[in-house]
């Protein structure tokens, strides 16, 4: 096993599951769903998904 990632790579064709905008951070679940939010709902559930104990990466910036 590696270490947990502190980065993700997505691309252009990862869409946030609640807007449909371009996806920034993936929070993956206890239960192991995986989730995908552009930076305006990243922002709007990141207590939410605290609470959930989900683990939050940011994507990394692609060039
Ligand atoms: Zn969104």
């Known amino acids: 096993m590696t270490?947990?990632?502190t980065t993700v790579r997505l691309t252009a064709?990862?869409?946030c599951d609640r807007c449909g905008a371009r996806a920034r951070?993936?929070?993956t679940l206890p239960s192991?769903?995986?989730l995908?939010?552009?930076q305006h709902h990243a922002n709007e559930f990141e207590a939410?998904?605290?609470d959930m104990d989900a683990l939050?990466?940011?994507a990394a910036d692609e060039s």
């Open 32 to 34: 192991g769903g995986e």
């Open 56 to 58: 939050v990466v940011a």
């Open 3 to 5: 270490a947990p990632a």
């Open 13 to 15: 064709t990862d869409r």
């Open 25 to 27: 951070v993936l929070a």
């Open 48 to 50: 939410r998904l605290k």
């Open 36 to 38: 995908l939010f552009c």
